[in-house]
C-alpha cells in the first residue's frame, strides 16, 4: 500500500520561501509523476505542479514561476519550494500521485498545514 | 484552461434518497480524464471515479459516474451516512494545469 507523508514547517513568514517535502513508502518514487495540491481553509483544490521520477517538471502557470520542484530517488522522496510567499499561500498542502494514463490522482498525503504570517 | 462549474453548490438529501451532482465544463474534457472525488473534513480527497465512469478500487457500486464532452455527473443511488461530504470533480486537458470544480456540498436534511 502506497503511503505518502508531507513534512515541513507550519509557518513561514511573509517574503520568504515555503519549503516541503513528501516521502513515498510503500512502493516506488520511479516511473510516476508526483503532485502537490492546496487547499485555503473552506475552499477548493488547485493543483500546483507536477514532477516526474525522471526530474522534469510542470506548474500551474498561475503562480507565475513561484514553484520549483525536485525528487531525490534513492530517498523516494519529492519536494516543493514556494518563493515569496504571502498570506494568500495559507493553506493546507498535499502531496499526490497520478495515474498518468488517465490524469487522476489515486493516493494523497494526509496533508499539511502552512500558515504564512509574520 | 479549462473551467468546471459544480452543481448544485450544496445538497440536503435524507439517507436513502438518490444524489445527483453535476460537473460542467468550460470546454470539451476527454472522458477518460474527468474524475471524481470524495473530501470528508480534515481529510484528503479519495478518488471515487476515473475515466468519467470507472470507480475505483474499493469504492461501492451505489456511486457511479457518467457524462461526456462538457457535461458529467455523479450519482449515489442510495445515500449512507458515511456518504455525506463535499465532492470534488477534476479533469486534465492536453497539458496542464490539472484543474478541480468548487465542490458541491452533500449534507444531512
Known amino acids: 500500500q502506497v503511503q505518502l507523508q508531507e513534512s515541513g514547517p507550519g509557518l513561514v513568514k511573509p517574503s520568504e520561501t515555503l519549503s516541503l517535502t513528501c516521502t513515498v513508502s510503500?512502493?516506488?518514487?520511479?516511473?510516476?509523476?508526483w503532485n502537490w495540491i492546496r487547499q485555503p481553509a473552506g475552499k477548493g483544490l488547485e493543483w500546483l505542479g507536477r514532477i516526474y521520477s525522471s526530474g522534469s517538471t510542470n506548474s500551474n502557470p498561475s503562480l507565475k514561476s513561484r514553484v520549483t520542484m525536485s525528487v531525490d530517488t534513492s530517498k523516494n522522496q519529492f519536494y516543493l519550494n514556494l518563493n515569496s510567499v504571502t498570506a494568500a499561500d495559507t493553506a493546507v498542502y498535499y502531496c499526490?500521485?497520478?495515474?498518468?494514463?488517465?490524469?487522476?490522482?489515486?493516493?494523497w498525503g494526509q496533508g499539511t498545514l502552512v500558515t504564512v504570517s509574520s | 484552461e479549462i473551467v468546471l462549474t459544480q452543481s448544485p453548490g450544496t445538497l440536503s438529501l435524507s439517507p436513502g434518497e438518490r444524489a445527483t451532482l453535476s460537473c460542467r465544463a468550460s470546454q470539451s474534457v476527454s472522458s477518460s480524464y474527468l474524475a471524481w472525488y470524495q473530501q470528508k473534513p480534515g481529510r484528503a480527497p479519495r478518488l471515487l471515479i476515473y475515466?468519467?465512469?470507472s470507480r475505483a478500487t474499493g469504492i461501492p457500486d451505489r456511486f457511479s459516474g457518467s457524462g461526456s464532452g462538457t457535461d458529467f455527473s455523479l450519482t449515489i443511488s442510495r445515500l449512507e451516512p458515511e456518504d455525506f461530504a463535499v465532492y470534488y470533480c477534476?479533469?486534465?486537458?492536453?497539458?496542464?494545469?490539472?484543474?478541480f470544480g468548487q465542490g458541491t456540498k452533500l449534507q444531512i436534511k
Open positions: 475515466g468519467a465512469s
Open positions: 477534476q479533469q486534465y486537458g492536453s497539458s496542464p494545469p490539472y484543474t
Open positions: 510503500g512502493g516506488s518514487i520511479s516511473s510516476y509523476y
Open positions: 499526490a500521485r497520478l495515474v498518468s494514463g488517465f490524469a487522476y490522482f489515486d493516493y
